[in-house]
């Protein structure tokens, strides 16, 4: 599709701007406001929290032109970078690594990172995150229900797992686990700072001690070990070490914990998921297109004008991909609110992680925890239920990171 400057007349949207964001009513739907967005089209203008406004792309071919432009900016230290919300007006998220530098920054802090999340390092991760999934599993089986999937699953899976991935002792995994939490759940900026700060000086103490003990196991470990060469400052390592903690565990243990609910009211899908471990890996993808955690697949901010699908976006204008809807795009997904683990064609060229160079570098993992997490607790536990009607969960709300608060399991 072309992208260049044309001059287009305001759209409906435009003239008459839709609140962003919008809660969901369903844990693995859109919200109906967002669907009711997609069935007008690809591109509308929304108003955000501060009265400013911003695109909203719910196309899914024109998300990922978006996505791959280098005309838009991921740069969050830029005074026009859109704010979708108060917690990001903190110093803390200006900008944060991997996901808030452009080229050629983002390419050396990309490149330093690719070893530790390869598909061969994920592959040999496998084993040790089906002895994590079983002994969790053991420990819940132990006490007996009910249980909270989230406290006692879910969230120990991806933090164990980055814990030793990043060379984070998990001894401190509370305290972490709580601050990120505080710093992505926040309600404005000052709390998301001082929790950010918090995490920042744990980290900057932590990689201080591992310079005094060099030749640990850890990816900050190994990075500690290339400080002060030309790729890599201190500052560096630790806005990498900040955003591979927060980035690490929260949306999986959602992802997890919201993938469960979504199986669990779709047991012909489970059963299915159950009966072809070959499968599984598209089924997964599948819950993430579905579930699409984190509602979100990229904000930009353009750089100069482009037009796209018959839309002007101006220089200094804010542009937001929604993953949720982009990932029910009709054009791609027939049915596509409709969940179908045997799902085929397109079904992994969803946007939940993304897309283009910012697409999501820890996308291999996931998957690969998602997928033995969800087959160890079917396995072991055939008969798990909810205690709790599924319109009754206790929700997150007012923001774009989808989740629950516990999930209170029995069998």
Wanted: hydrophobic share 40%.
């Amino acid at each position: 599709m072309p992208l260049s400057p044309v001059e287009t007349r305001p759209s409906e949207d435009m003239m008459t701007p839709f609140a962003y964001p919008q809660d969901r009513t369903c844990p693995y739907q859109p919200s109906p406001g967002y669907q009711e967005l997609g069935r007008r089209g690809a591109m509308h203008r929304v108003s955000l929290w501060n009265g400013s406004s911003i695109w909203m792309v719910t196309g899914h071919a024109q998300g990922r032109a978006l996505l791959a432009d280098s005309r838009l900016s991921a740069d969050r230290s830029r005074s026009d970078f859109p704010v979708v919300l108060p917690r990001f007006e903190a110093p803390i998220f200006k900008p944060i690594a991997i996901i808030g530098f452009d080229p050629p920054v983002h390419d050396i802090h990309r490149r330093l990172l690719a070893p530790d999340f390869s598909l061969k390092r994920v592959r040999e991760m496998r084993g040790r995150v089906e002895q994590l999934t079983n002994r969790l599993v053991d420990q819940m089986a132990e006490i007996g229900p009910p249980a909270d999937l989230l406290a006692d699953y879910a969230l120990p899976i991806p933090s164990t797992v980055t814990s030793e991935l990043l060379g984070v002792p998990y001894a401190d995994h509370e305290f972490f686990e709580a601050k990120t939490i505080g710093l992505l759940q926040a309600k404005d900026a000052a709390d998301a700072e001082a929790a950010g700060q918090e995490l920042w000086d744990y980290l900057d103490e932590l990689i201080t001690a591992k310079e005094r003990r060099p030749g640990g196991p850890g990816l900050l470990d190994r990075l500690t070990g290339e400080l002060h060469s030309p790729d890599l400052s201190r500052e560096d390592l630790l806005r990498i070490a900040l955003a591979l903690l927060i980035g690490g565990h929260d949306t999986t243990s959602q992802m997890i914990a919201l993938g469960v609910v979504t199986l669990l009211e779709h047991p012909d899908q489970l059963a299915a998921f159950m009966a072809d471990p070959a499968g599984r890996g598209a089924a997964v993808d599948e819950l993430l297109r579905m579930v699409s955690v984190t509602d979100v697949s990229g904000v930009r901010v353009a750089t100069e004008d482009l037009e796209i699908d018959g839309q002007l976006i101006r220089a200094g204008e804010g542009v937001l991909v929604s993953s949720s809807m982009a990932n029910r795009d009709p054009a791609v997904y027939p049915d596509p609110y409709t969940f179908d683990v045997r799902r085929s064609g397109p079904g992994r060229q969803h946007l939940a992680f993304g897309f283009g160079i910012h697409q999501c570098l820890g996308q291999n993992l996931a998957r690969m925890e998602l997928e033995v997490a969800f087959a160890t607790l079917f396995e072991r536990l055939p008969g798990l239920r909810l205690t709790t009607a599924v319109d009754q969960l206790s929700a997150r709300r007012g923001g774009t990171m989808q989740g629950v608060q516990e999930l209170r399991v029995e069998w």
